[in-house]
C-alpha cells in the first residue's frame, strides 16, 4: 500500500467516521481490506482505497468503514454501570418524575446490541412496569452490527459472556444451537444507525424525546481530542437537564459547550448533565 493511499484512506476514515488510525496501524488497514478485493474486482489495496476515493458514497466505501470499525462487547460489560442505573439512576428518576414516568436511555456505539440488552434486563429487573416505561435506542455507525442487533440472536458463547444462567432462563429462549432474546426486551428496543461525528446527529436522536440516560462507552478512545469534545456536545444536545452519561472508565466528557459534575457511584465514576 502506497504511503499517500494510505494517508488518503487515513484522512476519509476520520473525516467520515471519527475513527483515529496511526501510521503504525497501517497492519491494521491492510488485514481489515484485504479480504474484499476479489469482491470488489481490486488488483492490491491500492486499487482498492481508489475505487473509494472516486466514490465516497458507494457500498463499497460504507462497507470499508464497517470493516474499520470494532464490534467486539459483550452483555453486562464492566458491570458497574449496570449497577449504577439499578441502584443509583433508576431511583432517582422514580423519586422525581414518579414511579410510572417514561424513561429514555441511548446505547450509543452499541455494537451487536448485547449493551442495549443489558440495559433492557437491569430494567426489568429494576421495575414491574420496565416493559411499559423504558425505552431503549441503540445505534451504531456499522450496518452489520445494527442488522445483527435487531436480530437479537447470539452464540452460546455469546450469552455465556456476561449472562448469568438465571438470566439466560428470565430473557432469552433457546432456537437451535443459539438464543433469543425474548418479546419484552425487544419491546424495549430498537435499533438504528448513527454516525457520531455527524452534525445531524442531535436532530436524528431528538425524535425519540430528550435522554434520561447515555451510555457512550469505549468509543471516544478512537477519536482525536478535540473530535471527542464535538461528540460529547452533540450527545449533551439530546439529553434532559441533570440526564445522565456513563463513558468509558479512563474517558472524560469535556465539550467544547457542554458542563457535566462528576458523580461517584460504588467507587466508580458517571456523569450528570449540569
Request: a positive charge.
Amino acid at each position: 500500500m502506497k504511503d499517500h493511499k494510505f494517508t488518503w484512506f487515513r484522512e476519509f476514515l476520520e473525516r467520515t467516521s471519527g475513527i483515529v488510525i496511526t501510521k503504525e496501524k497501517a497492519y491494521l488497514v491492510k488485514s481489515r481490506l484485504q479480504p474484499i478485493l476479489t469482491k470488489h474486482d481490486a488488483d492490491d489495496l491500492n486499487a482498492l482505497i481508489l475505487k473509494i476515493k472516486l466514490q465516497e458514497s458507494s457500498k463499497l466505501a460504507a462497507e470499508a468503514i464497517d470493516l474499520m470499525t470494532t464490534n467486539e462487547t459483550l452483555f453486562f460489560r464492566d458491570g458497574y454501570p449496570f449497577e449504577a442505573l439499578k441502584h443509583h439512576i433508576f431511583p432517582e428518576i422514580n423519586q422525581k418524575k414518579g414511579m410510572s414516568s417514561p424513561i429514555k436511555i441511548w446505547s450509543a456505539a452499541s455494537s451487536r446490541g448485547q449493551e442495549a440488552y443489558s440495559i433492557a434486563m437491569t430494567a426489568c429487573e429494576a421495575m414491574s412496569n420496565a416493559k411499559q416505561r423504558i425505552q431503549i435506542v441503540g445505534t451504531d455507525l456499522s450496518v452489520e452490527s445494527v442488522a445483527f442487533a435487531k436480530l437479537g440472536t447470539y452464540s452460546d458463547i455469546e450469552v455465556k459472556r456476561g449472562v448469568s444462567m438465571g438470566r439466560l432462563k428470565q430473557f432469552f429462549r433457546p432456537v437451535g444451537p443459539s438464543w433469543v432474546v425474548n418479546d419484552d426486551l425487544r419491546a424495549m428496543t430498537s435499533f438504528d444507525e448513527a454516525n457520531l461525528v455527524s452534525n445531524t446527529l442531535p436532530g436524528q436522536m431528538r425524535r425519540f424525546g430528550s435522554f434520561d440516560v447515555v451510555f457512550l462507552r469505549n468509543v471516544l478512545i478512537y477519536f482525536s481530542i478535540e473530535e471527542r469534545r464535538r461528540v460529547i456536545d452533540r450527545i449533551a444536545r439530546t439529553m434532559c437537564k441533570g440526564g445522565y452519561l456513563i463513558t468509558g472508565a479512563a474517558d472524560f466528557p469535556e465539550g467544547n459547550i457542554s458542563k457535566w459534575e462528576r458523580v461517584d457511584v460504588q467507587g466508580q465514576r458517571i456523569w450528570r448533565l449540569c
